[in-house]
């Protein structure tokens, strides 16, 4: 007779079955990929091909699933309750990693953040904090960045509180070095010519560049970023024009080959037209990269790779005002 407790441990996990002893095992590797899907109808042109890497396959929904798993387990969390600034998509992994690990968590987020972002953390049960700041938190100092510091440093908190702080946590970079990279890399058979990626925390940018760099130094790696601070794009950061001070320490510049900027109006509209073309539901930032791909496809031959952190359900609130 088959227990049903323990009838998978000591297996390897097989993929194809989809039996899983817990959620975290559904987190995306080069044997369990996110999908790669060729973007057609409102790409005119047939020499430039271009795939999104669909990150709300992971299970919490984003890519953000890939790195939260990855720190937490490096963490010395003891009796600590574990805290983290966010825009949303690592705050919404963290909580799900956390409670299935039963580590207890804050979220300390910008209050311009969509409200269903919001509404999901506190679902998930978290102690959720607001800080007036931007959508992707710039100053370490200040907004929520600033509050999560305080916390942790402040004697009457300190002990009590510890964060895996993605903005400066290497394991950011090396999860997508080890995980994203290879899965690029592996599904387009090694015929990658361009990836867009956007600039945030730095990790995702940062670890598939340098990866795909190492495969082949000709690949080209584009930074996207929004055309001013004040944006409606949440988890994407303007690099240009920061202090160094400021620019997140994980990013690797050297593999950058290009930086170029977005509205939000074009971010949102081409992210409407992809679904209402070609039905993929993606989030905002995705448009902001598939856009410049676009732009790079009017005068470049080969294939291209844009990441997709996530999909659209989490921003319909952002989604009605550009309709």
């Not at 009457?156 to 400066?168: F, I």
């Not at 930074?223 to 601070?229: C, D, H, I, R």
């Not at 240009?240 to 994980?250: F, N, S």
Request: with cysteine; proline share 7%.
């Amino acid at each position: 007779m088959v227990n049903r407790d323990s009838f998978l441990q000591g297996e390897e996990l097989d993929h194809k079955l989809r039996v899983y002893t817990d959620i975290t095992q559904l987190i995306a590797s080069p044997e369990n990929p996110t999908p790669l899907v060729r973007v057609n109808r409102i790409n005119p042109n047939k020499d430039f091909q271009i795939y999104l890497k669909l990150e709300r396959y992971n299970p919490f929904g984003s890519v953000k699933d890939r790195i939260v798993y990855q720190m937490l387990k490096a963490l010395d969390i003891g009796d600590m309750t574990v805290i983290e600034p966010s825009s949303g998509n690592t705050g919404i992994a963290l909580a799900c990693v956390a409670n299935a690990l039963g580590i207890p968590i804050e979220i300390v987020v910008p209050e311009k953040i969509p409200e269903e972002k919001k509404v999901m953390l506190r679902f998930l049960g978290v102690k959720l904090m607001e800080a007036d700041d931007a959508l992707c938190p710039v100053f370490p100092s200040e907004g929520a960045r600033g509050l999560v510091n305080a916390v942790i440093k402040s004697p009457a908190t300190k002990g009590n509180y510890t964060s895996p702080n993605q903005y400066e946590n290497k394991l950011n970079v090396e999860a997508h070095y080890r995980t994203t990279g290879p899965e690029i890399w592996q599904q387009t058979h090694g015929k990658v010519d361009y990836f867009f990626a956007g600039f945030g925390t730095c990790g995702t940018i940062s670890g598939i560049g340098k990866y795909l760099k190492e495969k082949n130094p000709r690949v080209k790696i584009i930074g996207v970023e929004p055309a001013s601070q004040d944006h409606k794009l949440p988890g994407m950061k303007r690099i240009t024009g920061l202090t160094e001070e400021y620019v997140p320490t994980i990013l690797d510049s050297s593999v950058i080959d290009d930086i170029v900027t977005v509205t939000d109006e074009d971010a949102y509209g081409i992210a409407t037209e992809l679904a209402r073309k070609d039905g993929i539901p993606v989030g905002p930032t995705t448009g902001a990269m598939l856009y410049v791909a676009m732009r790079y496809a009017r005068a470049n031959r080969g294939l291209a790779v844009v990441i997709s952190p996530d999909d659209a359900f989490k921003y319909a609130s952002f989604y009605q005002n550009f309709l």
